[in-house]
Every structure is written in C-alpha cells, then in structure tokens.
C-alpha cells in the first residue's frame, strides 16, 4: 500500500511565523503535490514536482514556497504565515505516467493561523 | 465549469450493495474516470478508475456505460466505515501532473 505521511495532524502557529509542513511518500513516486481544502472553495493546488529539485506552480502558489531535495520528500513552506492561510493542508503523491495515475494522499494538516 | 454531476447525498442500508451514479455527458475519449472518497477529517482516499471498461479492485467495482456519458461505482457489501462523501472526477490521460479539482460529491450515508 502506498503511505504518503504528513509530519503533524494539527499545527498552530502565528501571525508572520515561517512555517514548514512536511510530506514523505514511501512508493518512490516522481510527483508529489501539495494542495490547500477550504470549505466551500473544495480542493486547490498550491505547488507540485515532477522530479527531485523540480517545482511547478499550481492555482494558488502565493505567499508559499516548496523544497524537493530527496524523492520522497516534499516540504512545503508559508514564508510569513497569514491568518487567511489558515486550512486543511493536503501533500499527494503519483507515479509518472501518462496522467492516468492516480494521486494518493496524505491524513492531511490542519494548520490554524492566530 | 462542472464536468460531472453527482447526488448530493445517499443512504444506504449495512451490508447491502451502494450504488453510486456520475454523469459526465461532456467526457472526451482521452479522459479517464476517477472515483475518489473523503472520510470526515481525513485525507481524500483513492478508490478506482477507468476509461472505457469495467473496473473492480478490493475496494469497489466501476461500471462505464457505453457511450461513457455515466458511470456508477459500487460498494458490494457497505459498512458503516464506508460512510463519507464520494467524489467522481476526470481526468486527461496525457502527460503531466494534473491537480485534482472535486466538485461537491455524494454523502454516502450507510444506516446500521
């Protein structure tokens, strides 16, 4: 089975704090995603890599960054954290294919910003 | 723009067979269909997909119409575990890392 792990189930941090959030996938996947869940607003995209030191920007990538140094590993960074950056963090992961993999995700983060 | 239409909700008796629909009339040939779960507070959980035959894993089964405009997913003996909200998406077969986008999905309520 493939197990993608998030470093913490709930993180509260503050206002202009850097904040990292961690994802390892055990499955040797080449992608690696990390999405945002609100509700109402349903699943979003912030960043994803297709290869180790590779990073791509997805719908919503403003005010975060991402750091892929090994395969398994994909960190995701709020630079300043916001209030407005409180959510559901998701990280998933997939193999490289022709698109028809499927992502398999993470228990999540629920990240508070006070 | 919603590229697959879903039940709001659903229940279903313990032990029975859950079948869930999604119409995805506007599907085009190289779109896959993908079925999705989301426990409360949990990850989304991948459950099957397809492009043009039936599927079945451990999981469910996947039943593609013909014409590929609809799809059912089948829960062959639901537990109350399998309660949770299902989402049926598509998605192009080509190359690259798509994001998933879900709509509002199926509350599947499975009733002891």
């Known amino acids: 089975d493939v197990k993608v792990t998030q470093s913490s189930r709930y993180l509260v941090k503050r206002t202009g704090e850097k904040v990292f959030l961690e994802c390892v996938q055990d499955m040797d996947h080449e992608n690696m995603f990390w999405y945002r869940q609100d509700p109402g607003l349903g699943l979003r995209l912030i960043y994803f890599?297709?290869?180790?030191?590779?990073?791509e920007k997805g719908d919503i990538p403003e005010g975060y960054s991402v750091s892929r140094e090994k395969k398994e590993r994909f960190s995701l960074i709020l630079e300043s954290a916001s209030t407005n950056q409180t959510s559901m963090y998701l990280c998933a992961s997939s193999l490289l294919g022709l698109g028809n993999q499927p992502q398999h995700f993470g228990d999540g983060t629920r990240l508070s910003i006070l | 723009d919603a590229k697959t239409t879903q039940p709001p909700s659903m229940d279903c008796a313990e032990g029975r067979a859950a079948n869930l629909p999604c119409n995805h009339s506007t599907i085009s040939g190289n779109e896959y269909v993908y079925w999705y779960r989301q426990i409360h507070s949990q990850g989304p959980q991948y459950i099957i997909h397809g492009l043009k035959n039936n599927e079945t894993n451990e999981m469910a089964s996947l039943i593609i119409t013909e014409d590929r405009k609809s799809s059912t997913l089948i829960l062959p003996h639901a537990t109350l575990r399998d309660t949770a909200v299902y989402y049926c998406i598509v998605l192009y077969s080509g190359g690259g890392a798509d994001g998933l986008t879900f709509g509002k999905g199926t509350h599947l309520i499975i009733q002891p």
């Open positions: 890599s297709y290869d180790v030191k590779m990073k």
